[in-house]
């Protein structure tokens, strides 16, 4: 079936460095891809999102790039800060499925070392 | 501020013994979702509501059931919890483009 997935389970990275998380995608009907970030405990968090017409979107302090040719999204976090610590996912949406359901992607832990 | 609240955020229950979880938005956001997480695992959507309307994912358990008596109020129903029911459950809403994620109820199944 369609699914999203991603690369690394765990990336370690130097606070004030600049993070890097790949996901790649199955679907190509996909019109949304969006970003969210997951803090222990908590629900996970709207952080960026890019249409499917799109090869980049820029945010504060984060950037989606969208290859569709390979089927790859990645988000790049610029200055890395201890706050960053989380699992990220991405996630597709088919803005015409019913309910613009999302199917996740498997997740990235980032940890900030300072 | 408008949000996605959900009660309990911990609950323990025995197997076998019918649990219901809560979730509540003030966001008046039209579709409610209704997630399940392991360990270190993505969510998965168990089902949504768009308006009053059900939507079953086609792998859901019938053990998981749902209501949502108005527009504010969703509640996930588990009929038998086994142990492997033991996961995060989250709540969602939408009006559209984004989800608003609640904090989660973590089930443990003893």
């Known amino acids: 079936g369609e699914s999203v997935g991603l690369h690394l389970p765990t990336l370690s990275v130097q606070e004030g460095d600049n993070s890097i998380i790949n996901c790649a995608y199955s679907n190509s009907a996909s019109d949304y891809f969006i970003w969210y970030k997951q803090e222990s405990g908590k629900g996970p968090q709207f952080i960026i999102d890019i249409r499917s017409n799109m090869d980049k979107r820029q945010g504060q302090r984060v950037t989606v790039l969208l290859n569709k040719t390979v089927k790859h999204l990645s988000l790049q976090i610029a200055a890395t800060q201890p706050g960053d610590s989380a699992v990220y996912f991405c996630?597709?949406?088919?803005?015409?499925?019913?309910?613009?359901?999302?199917?996740f992607g498997g997740g990235t832990r980032v940890l900030v070392k300072p | 501020d408008a949000m996605v609240i959900q009660n309990p955020r911990y609950q323990v229950t025995q197997f076998g013994k019918p649990v219901t979880l809560s979730c509540s938005q003030t966001l008046n956001h039209n579709v409610m979702y209704w997630y399940q997480q392991k360990s270190s695992q993505a969510p998965k959507l168990l089902f949504h509501y768009y308006d009053k309307d059900f939507n079953n994912e086609a792998d859901t358990p019938d053990n998981f059931q749902s209501r949502r008596p108005n527009t504010s109020f969703c509640f996930l129903d588990i009929r038998s919890p086994g142990l492997g029911d033991a996961a995060m459950y989250l709540c969602a809403t939408s009006r559209g483009r984004e989800q608003f994620f609640g904090p989660g109820t973590r089930l443990t199944v003893l």
């Open positions: 996630a597709e949406r088919q803005i015409k499925a019913a309910g613009n359901k999302l199917t």
